[in-house]
């Protein structure tokens, strides 16, 4: 518990990162300053180990539902964090997570966000799938997939943007039912299998 309530003043405390606890030489007391150097108002003070966990413990404020812990404002040792109302900016505006199923017949236009493109039209056609530059996909991974499992008789063409490729080659088709290629955006090349 001793050895505890020591790593919590060093974390909980920064800016008394440089104290010196000493748990063993007092027992139940805690030994605050540097040897030799005054605390700020004057030498090394030993306080009761039941007092410094309860000056942890409200120290810090406790936040309540639809409310996040915000910045101190004060500096120093008035730098306590306080608690705010959540506002619709702290939540993040789209999704972590895309993923489009292509129904209508026609070819599809991946965006800079799309994580996930399932075929499954309606009317069984091939498509063609045009990939967007690599640049803008911010190294954010990409899954194309046969979710109609007919890829054999209606194939799924992949074309990389303008020059790029996909690991060298000008195009990539996925000809087997049910399968799915993850590629990886390469700035400057295009794409890669992964």
């Known amino acids: 518990m001793k050895r505890l309530a020591a790593l919590l ?5 920064p800016t008394l990162a440089a104290a010196q606890v000493n748990l063993n030489a007092l027992g139940p007391n ?9 605390t700020q108002g004057g030498p090394a003070q030993a306080i009761p180990f039941a007092a410094l966990v309860q000056a942890l413990s409200a ?3 406790t936040c309540t539902a639809n409310t996040v812990m915000a910045g101190p404002s004060a500096a120093g040792p008035a730098a306590v964090p306080s608690c705010r109302a959540l506002v619709a900016a702290d939540i993040p505006a789209t999704s972590l997570f895309t993923q489009r199923v292509i129904t209508a017949a026609g070819g599809v236009t991946v965006t800079a966000t799309d994580d996930q493109i399932l075929i ?3 009317a069984p056609a091939t498509t063609a799938v045009t990939l967007p530059a690599a640049s ?3 190294g954010r991974p990409l899954v194309v997939k046969d979710l109609a499992r007919n890829a054999a008789a209606f194939n799924i063409t992949l074309t990389p943007n303008g020059v790029e490729t996909i690991d060298g ?3 990539l088709v996925i000809s087997i039912n049910g399968s799915e290629f993850d590629l990886v955006p390469i700035s400057g090349t295009g794409w ?3």
């Open 9 to 13: 003043f060093f974390l909980c405390l």
């Open 30 to 38: 805690v030994v605050i300053g540097r040897q030799g150097i005054p």
């Open 59 to 61: 120290a810090q404020p």
């Open 120 to 122: 499954n039209k309606a």
């Open 136 to 138: 803008t996909r911010s």
């Open 169 to 171: 080659a000008a195009n």
């Open 192 to 194: 890669a299998i992964k």
